[in-house]
């Protein structure tokens, strides 16, 4: 088992995109400079023509400042927030500083990383030397590093804060350096000795000093701190030349080229520019949205780029006028949350919050958006694309004609959806949720059918079988059920060893299963295909229903596996004979089980390790493939998986990188296209290749 195991990291870790499964045939909502999360801090690059930025969503992203279209998207598995980034070796390679401590450098044209610098707490920010050979970084521990770039060595502490080290600058030709902490105050330190030289303190608190920066001639430097002042200092002496307050509280400060102007963010939903001698406002700018937090001047001076609502803005420096990039605005600041496809790919039906809309790729009139009580959890199709459910976190369950959008039942769960799946029949659904259980409904009369019991904490993942005959659960409370929607029973329970499952995937009709855990985990149970007979040999039946009494159980076991080769189409036959032994009825009975490879039950195993979590698992209705979402936020990728069907080893034969961030993805009820909801607000439709 672990040479299967670490076969399959390798697979996972070199298999490049081959493009034989997915095409990509459609992606919405695309605009310019769209992150997946909170931007926290913009550089311009030396050619004058991009613009580096990083990003709460576990990347930075080099964008080209004209067209606002994305170059290149930067991440490390499990790296967290990226928060200071600055670009050095006149563009080829920029430095980030992370939420899990680490400050990573990375080669502009390739993305690949180059070194790495470990901090003992969340990485800030970064400021550079003169001498381009050393860097400092600060962190959450109350500390400030001095690196060695190349080497990757540290070279020097400076520890004297008592709280978080928010920013840094390097001072007097990197002489000395300032650095601003949570615990009120600016300290100034002797780089060659790491001696602290002088601590600044207000006898009216700073509070928390987010923002140093330094002036383009060295001699100030500008600091935004929690008490809403902005304030300019002598960078040798470290005495108060002027300062100003804010109409909010400010987080970032910026220097135009020149160093006639101070730009700075506020919480009042303005950028404000500032005149650097005296602290005088010459133009507030109202910024489109929330307010915005990290600001850049671009290389020319003439344009101002600030970061709000997960995108970058652009706006004229001598106007104040915003600056559409060519590839437009972001019509969607946020990311939808759940996606299904039509059969044929003809439609994608995307929820939002408490909202959902259809997005008619072959005829946008049809394009409509419906309100939901409460935010939606799930929704599903029908088999033929004909209805389509909503479940709420209120308990609401609204079932609609994909056509005429008239609501044909309408059901109401104990508490919030999680899952929702149709019947291939489409006349009765499976509901799951917080309630802890699993509900049949009837469409047509809105009758509840049953309740299936016996999770102890909420579903999280449902997942029904191709044939209807069975579907699967997973909770909270560490356990995968299997329920038979025949006799409405409880036909297995499962329990890994570790871990939550999150998500589930059924591969060949449901004998093999698929669990993705909460870490970087999947376990489930591979199960080689049963080898089909294509024609029914009655007395061979007959034969191997006489040995399901047998004493010996092996014997009794290959008979049961022989009976089921037959398929479902075995059963009426084995029904009919006339056997009275009991133990020969009841074998005969759990003949679909072993068809379905739940009996003799075998418990869950580690079927791969992988390099990132995978956050939600979707099941290919044909049972060749599933999908799963790599990594989160907007560093997040698209994977697909199969089974070898010679070995029953999991293989993932293909990554896509959409460079949006996946969030959720579903298969169409035909297995024919598979939708993605993307973390930068759009969407994305593939074409399914079948080997």
Sequence with gaps: MFFSVF???????????????????????????????????????????????????????????????????????????????????????????????????????TGKVLMSYKHPGTAYRIALMPDGQHFIGTDGKNNAFLWNIDSGEKVRDFAGHTGDVYTAIVTEGGKSLVTGSDDKSVKQWEVESGKCLKTLKSKTPYGDVYTLALSPDQKRFAMVSGDKNLRVFDAQSLKEIWKVKLGREGEVVAWSPDGQMIASTSEDKNLYLLNADDGKVIRKMKVAGNHHTPIAFSLDGKTLISGGDYHLHLHSVSSGKRIVPESGIPKKNYSYDHVAVSPGGGSLFLTDDSSWELRDREDPSRNRSFEEQDTVGAIALSSDGGLVAVGDEKGNITIRETKGFAIKATFKSANAVEALAFHPDGKRVVSAGEDKVATLWDVESGKKLHEYRGHRKEINAMVLSADGEYFYTSSRDGSVRVWSVVDRSLKAKYSPEKGVPESLALLDGGRS???????????????????????????????????????????????????????????????????????ILGRIHSVPDVLRGLYPQKDLEKIAELENDVSSLASDPLGQLWAGVLGAEGSSQLIIGEMDAKTADLQIPEKVDLNHGVLHAAFSPDGGHLGTVNANGTYSLFKVNRP
């Design 7 to 109: 076969i399959f990291l390798i697979t996972i870790a070199v298999m490049p995109l081959c493009g034989a499964l997915l095409e990509e045939i459609e992606t919405g909502n695309v605009a310019g400079f769209q992150h997946a999360g909170s931007v926290s801090e913009i550089v311009c690059h030396p050619d004058g023509e991009h613009v580096l930025s990083s990003s709460r969503d576990q990347c930075s992203r080099l964008w080209n400042i004209k067209t606002g279209k994305l170059v290149r998207r930067f991440s490390v598995p499990n790296c967290d927030d990226m928060w200071g980034i600055r670009i050095i070796r006149e563009g080829r390679e920029f430095l980030a500083a992370t939420g899990c401590g680490t400050i990573y450098r990375f080669e502009m044209e």
């Design 513 to 583: 299963l698929v669990v993705g855990l909460d870490k970087k985990e999947l376990w489930g149970r591979l199960l080689l295909p049963l080898k089909g007979k294509d024609e029914m040999n009655v007395v061979e039946v007959k034969r191997l229903a006489d040995e399901l009494a047998s004493h010996e159980f092996k014997k009794r076991q290959n008979a049961m596996v022989e009976l089921a080769s037959y398929g479902r189409p075995v059963m009426p036959l084995l029904r009919g004979l006339d056997h009275k032994d009991p133990e």
